[in-house]
């Protein structure tokens, strides 16, 4: 496909998918997460070549006016659109499929831990919400959606949504997710909440079986009602005093 073609359909698919993109000429004189990528495909070319120094030289030159750091080895789809542009970071082996978004501060990077292919692979029409991280050799599936701060570690199956710190699924292929189970979240806290359920598990066994949550309900909300009866009649008390 020409290169015209291409940026034909690039600045098309920003004013398809931005409500507050005007025209053509605005597309392409006011988003510099279009100018990222137009500069990538110059120097992924340079960087295919062998021309490493250029390329990566040509990359800086792109960090510099745009606020996106792309490596000249990351290979991009089509119609990649990077609102808002500043502090996006797209690592060398990232692989980004077509029709995707992502916004401002969303890194694709590398755990610092691996070789080889250590950057994720972002599949068709994803949605990367603004300072998201994704790292290491992750897949996220095509239609997915990450939200805006999460941390992502694992792979993302097609059509969910993942949010949080680390991500968790929270809607998948339309249905709600809800976790009821702890070990379903590596949360730092996990471990906490694990053990505080065996303890209650265990407590309730020595009290000698189930409770009976109907009754202990009602007695709760008898003692509650008689407390907020004391405590209205303490308030009208010391409405009183000293008028
Ligand atoms: C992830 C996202 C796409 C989900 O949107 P959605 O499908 O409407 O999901 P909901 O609002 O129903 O949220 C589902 C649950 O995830 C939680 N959630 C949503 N986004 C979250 C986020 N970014 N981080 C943590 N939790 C989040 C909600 O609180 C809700 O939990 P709850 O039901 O227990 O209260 C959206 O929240 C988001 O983050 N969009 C990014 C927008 C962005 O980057 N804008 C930049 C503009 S400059």
Not at 94 to 101: C, E, H, K, Y
Not at 235 to 243: A, M, P, R, T
């Amino acid at each position: 496909m020409a290169w015209f073609e291409r940026i034909r359909e690039d600045v098309s698919s920003v004013l398809e998918r931005d409500p507050a993109a005007r025209s053509r000429l605005e597309v392409m004189t006011c988003y510099p997460g279009l100018w990222a990528v137009w500069i990538h495909r110059v120097s992924h070319q340079l960087w295919k070549r062998k021309l490493r120094l250029a390329a990566r030289m040509l990359s800086q030159v792109g960090r510099f006016f745009t606020g996106v750091d792309i490596h000249p080895g990351a290979l991009l789809g089509r119609r990649l659109f990077i609102d808002h542009a500043t502090g996006v970071v797209i690592g060398e082996t990232a692989i980004v499929g077509s029709d995707v978004t992502l916004y401002q501060g969303v890194t694709l990077g590398g755990t610092g831990k691996q070789h080889g292919k250590r950057h994720p692979t972002i599949c068709d029409r994803v949605f990367i919400g603004n300072n998201a991280n994704l790292l290491g050799n992750i897949t996220v599936g095509e239609n997915s959606r990450v939200g805006a701060g999460s941390v992502v570690l694992t792979d993302v199956p097609p059509n969910s949504t993942v949010v949080g710190v680390p991500a968790h699924i929270v809607y998948r292929n339309g249905e709600r997710v809800l976790i009821t189970d702890p070990h379903d979240i590596k949360d730092p806290l996990s471990d906490a909440l694990i053990a505080l359920a065996a303890r209650v598990e265990d407590l309730e066994a020595r009290l000698g079986g189930e409770a009976q949550p109907e009754a202990t309900f009602i007695t709760e909300e008898m003692e509650r009602s008689a407390y907020r009866a004391e405590l209205e009649q303490r308030q009208y008390v010391s409405l009183g005093e000293g008028i």
